[in-house]
């Protein structure tokens, strides 16, 4: 999930007039503002109809405990939590590939702490890469709106160090030496798929 | 979603106590009751452990409306939706190839509706095989306990028979003929990688 605990959700959405919507859109296209998540999805719609690639964002894990089933009108869930999420939130098909990835952003203006992933989703990257997935992590610092593609494979030897009792955090300026800066665009916002060009094919 | 609009979801979870459980597991393997969704499940999650593919459902789509987050607890959803979804339930990776189907069960004894399955779905399931994805969809006939995998470039031919004034649903013994049989098994219950084997490696 986008932003850890101080997710926003689903408040952004519903109290936006669709005038303000549009304004915003064009006020954050020209520098900020605009969640990594909604540019993400911007760009997978883009590559869905362009026929690029189809890459999809899982619906977020929802616990359903009760469901009222009113008579001539939509089951209305009633009692619902969160869950954690146990795979990353991005995955689908690109040049006969498997694509898998997590998108986090951070207001830190120095590092990437490591605690915005958990255990499960690092255990989830391992098997993709052993399965011939192709595998990354994206990491916007809102601070100086700068999106980064990691490979799975860096962030792996961070974590075994930050389980070794190192760093619990990746520096930004090892972001910026490891990582692939994904230039902000018009079409498609975060276009990822360019980095994964180069980097496979 | 599997079992369309008589989804028992979620009580089935909740009013089982664990001994019960057990006996309605035991049970149900013996014959029939298991339904496929936590057929899938469990070969999917001895997939997993086994480390033969990574496999997983995508999370119900739920149009959360109303959270409310109380002090020092989890946040609660107080009124959430039900949303169509616009892919496929199941997707991941095997033996390099990306993996993508439905699965539906139907109480029909002679034929499978195709009402069960949605135009979104159809045109997710066409992009994913010209991607080179492997994409198939699993129906189980209830009144048989047979499930059977069928390629989704077979689905394609009826579908498009459907729009084009044809047959509504696919005959059983036509499923028989085009579809693979998966054995109920104890491990891996629905062995579907067998069949994806043997088509495509």
């Known amino acids: 999930m986008l932003g850890g605990h101080d997710m926003n959700y689903p408040n952004g959405k519903k109290k936006i007039a669709p005038h303000q919507n549009t304004t915003q859109l064009n006020h954050n296209y020209s520098n900020r503002g605009m969640t990594l998540e909604a540019d993400i999805n911007a760009t997978n719609a883009y590559y869905l109809d362009t026929d690029k690639a189809i890459i999809h964002k899982k619906p977020t894990p929802v616990q359903i405990v009760k469901v009222n089933y009113p008579k001539r009108s939509a089951a209305v869930i009633t009692e619902g939590y969160f869950k954690q999420a146990s795979t990353t939130d991005y995955n689908g098909i690109y040049r006969n590939k498997y694509i898998d990835f997590e998108a986090k ?97």
């Open 105 to 201: 952003e951070t207001k830190n203006k120095t590092s990437f702490p490591l605690a915005n992933i958990h255990d499960h989703q690092i255990e989830h990257m391992h098997s993709v890469v052993n399965h011939g997935g192709i595998c990354f992590l994206m990491i916007r610092f809102t601070v100086y709106n700068e999106t980064y593609y990691i490979q799975a494979e860096k962030i792996f030897s961070y974590w075994e160090n930050k389980l070794d009792g190192g760093r619990k955090s990746i520096p930004y300026h090892l972001i910026k030496q490891d990582g692939y800066l994904i230039p902000l665009q018009y079409q498609a916002r975060v276009d990822y798929l360019k980095v994964i060009d180069k980097l496979y094919f």
